[in-house]
């Protein structure tokens, strides 16, 4: 930012500027404007001079503005101020005034400059995209609701469902045949199944609603927690898991939506392994630039490029149930949380042709 001018700039190069252009003396009262200024105003040089100009001044901005020209006034100093003034069409416009103090040769001080763009182009752009981001804040926290009360309330009639055909097959099994037991079997499954997704969608939609305060935290200890919780999933296909992590290494989260990102994600690499070869799942983590970024590596069956995108939108699932059991929720779940930190999460072919889902995470200051 220009501090000073020393000496009034060219009057003549100022009247033909075509920026709004103002002067002020010692006594702190505008004695000039240039052409492009009355015309933007739609006033006469004798209407603006003194204190004339404040008049088309947007009342709401008045006393703020009037604020920082005495104070920059008063210290001598530069300033820049947005405000709107009515414009020769008698609508306000939004210009942004730059003012300069002018200093003589020897230091004197002698009075301002000012100089003004009209920004309403702009202010009007970032009013709507205010607007937009709070009805969108609006809605998404009217869906959060709406999934957290449909999820909650559809379970009773769920519970209703499965108990009455648990009665019926005790108190009138002897009378079915073997297609009259299987039917009841899939009335339980899908019971049960909707069960599983309706619980899934209510810890979706708890996520933003009701998670903990971010805080600095040691992510050994998230990593640690999943790969306890996942001891027999590990256990029974004889997965290798190698944590490549710092344990002291410090990241801004929520504890237990960290446990729950890394259980999904070393879940899912446990679960889409490759029938006849060992699993080897690798946690590695590198820290740049104020985030960590994490990999969880696999060897399993891999994800075709196409898809990458598509699993993490909810219930998508590239596989049917006879082949890998799942709501098709879990990466929309790490998504979510990974984004309520602030940070992104992706998928990459892994060497081996396998998978590595990578996602950011804050680091403390
Ligand atoms: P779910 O496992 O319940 O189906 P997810 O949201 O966790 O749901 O995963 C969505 C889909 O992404 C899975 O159905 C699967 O096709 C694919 N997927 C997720 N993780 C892996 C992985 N490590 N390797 C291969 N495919 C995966």
């Known amino acids: ?83 709107r003034i009515k414009r020769a069409c008698g ?22 400059v000012g100089y003004c763009f009209d920004i309403s182009t702009r202010r009007q752009s970032e009013e709507k995209l205010e607007i937009a981001c709070k009805d969108l804040a609006a809605s998404n926290a009217e869906l959060e609701q709406f999934a957290y009360v449909a999820s909650h309330d559809l379970r009773e009639p769920l519970r209703m469902i499965s108990s009455y055909v648990a009665l019926i097959e005790r108190r009138y099994g002897h009378h079915f045949d073997a297609d009259g037991h299987e039917f009841l079997g899939f009335v339980r499954e899908g019971a049960q199944r909707m069960d599983a997704m309706v619980l899934d969608l209510l810890e979706f939609s708890r996520i933003e609603r009701l998670g903990d305060p971010l805080i600095p935290m040691r992510i050994g200890g998230a990593i640690s927690h999943a790969l306890k919780n996942l001891k027999t999933a590990i256990a029974e296909c004889d997965a290798r898991v190698t944590v490549d992590v710092d344990a002291s290494l410090e990241v801004v989260g929520d504890v237990q939506q960290l446990d729950r990102l890394f259980q999904n994600l070393i879940g899912n690499a446990v679960k889409y392994r490759q029938e006849g070869i060992t699993p080897q799942i690798t946690v590695m983590a590198r820290t740049n630039d104020g985030k960590s970024v994490f990999s969880v590596q696999d060897n399993g069956i891999g994800i075709a490029p196409e898809y990458f995108d598509r699993i993490f939108l909810l219930f998508q699932r590239l596989h049917t149930r006879d082949a890998y059991e799942g709501t098709g929720i879990g990466l929309s779940v790490c998504k979510k949380i990974v984004e309520r930190h602030g940070g992104e999460i992706w998928v990459e072919q892994s060497p081996s042709g396998g998978s590595t889902f990578l996602f950011t995470l804050p680091t403390p200051e």
């Open 1 to 83: 930012m220009i501090v000073a001018n020393t000496g009034w700039p060219d009057l003549e190069l100022l009247k033909a500027a075509p920026i709004l252009i103002w002067r002020a003396g010692l006594d702190a009262k505008c004695n000039w404007f240039n052409p492009a200024w009355l015309a933007y105003t739609g006033r006469t040089m004798e209407q603006e001079m003194g204190d004339g100009w404040a008049e088309g001044v947007h009342p709401g901005d008045f006393d703020r503005c009037l604020k920082v020209y005495l104070n920059a006034f008063a210290l001598r100093q530069p300033f820049d101020m947005e405000y």
């Open 91 to 112: 609508e306000y416009g939004w210009i942004a005034d730059y003012g300069i103090p002018i200093l003589n040769q020897s230091g004197e001080f002698l009075g301002y």
